[in-house]
């Protein structure tokens, strides 16, 4: 069984500060992270993935995200928010054991950026 | 590339219809999946298909049906429809090959049954 745990139902932060939104998630083989994006009435957009190797990574729109895996965490950050951040924020996770596998989705964090 | 298409944008059903969402992609993907998004409660997978002629229910597969028409199209049917199926359904795509386990979605139906 896997799981993903989004602790925050909304984060507010003001523009140019650091912005940091948080995912947990559990799995039994290895985890393969992603952060998704999705804004009023679209789809979700990929913004970046963790398969293996350095636990900082860098995606779209100036995010990076940050594997741990003695806290099971994929906390997802960015130097300076801009009020265009203002979205909502999917954590996924899929099991890396199998090719055949689906990811399951945390219930997702608003993020409010202001002037 | 288009990348995922779903039609129709919005539907609204009277309770006991039936309807079928379409989905395509066109990005040669081999994994296909449908997602209903509600209020509060995220994702849910409904179905996915990791590859054609492959299909298996996910989380919330009561009340629906798919067919893997071919490697381009993923469809959804909805036999009987009831007002708890009042919802956002999103198709998504993946390569589903290693390191490319990342989705592409469509722009979603919005649904409401009545």
């Known amino acids: 069984a896997q799981s993903v745990a989004q602790p925050e139902d909304q984060v507010n932060v003001a523009e140019g500060n650091p912005l940091t939104v948080k995912c947990t998630y559990s799995?039994?083989?290895?985890?393969?992270l992603f952060w998704y994006v999705q804004y009023p009435n679209r789809g979700l957009q990929f913004l970046l993935k963790?398969?293996?190797?350095?636990?900082l990574v860098k995606g779209s729109y100036g995010f990076e995200a940050e594997f741990n895996k003695s806290q099971t965490s994929f906390h997802l950050k960015k130097p300076s928010a801009l009020v265009s951040d203002s979205a909502l924020y999917f954590c996924?996770?899929?099991?890396?054991?199998?090719?055949?596998?689906?990811?399951?989705f945390g219930d997702g964090t608003t993020l409010t950026v202001k002037p | 590339n288009a990348g995922v298409t779903q039609t129709p944008k919005f539907q609204v059903l009277k309770t006991g219809q039936s309807m079928t969402l379409q989905c395509a992609q066109d990005?040669?993907?081999?994994?296909m999946y449908w997602y209903r998004q509600d209020p509060g409660m995220g994702l849910r997978l409904i179905y996915y298909?990791?590859?054609?002629?492959?299909?298996d229910k996910g989380e919330v597969p009561n009340g629906y049906n798919v067919s893997r028409l071919n490697k381009r199209e993923f469809s959804l049917r909805l036999e009987s429809a009831a007002p708890s199926q009042t919802s956002v359904y999103f198709c998504?795509?993946?390569?589903?090959?290693?390191?490319?386990?990342?989705?592409?979605f469509g722009p979603g139906t919005r649904l409401t049954v009545t």
């Open positions: 998504a795509s993946s390569e589903g090959s290693t390191r490319t386990y990342e989705q592409y």
């Open positions: 799995v039994s083989g290895n985890p393969y």
């Open positions: 963790y398969i293996t190797g350095d636990n």
């Open positions: 996924a996770v899929r099991d890396g054991r199998t090719n055949a596998g689906k990811s399951t």
């Open positions: 990005m040669n993907h081999n994994s």
């Open positions: 298909s990791a590859s054609e002629g492959t299909t």
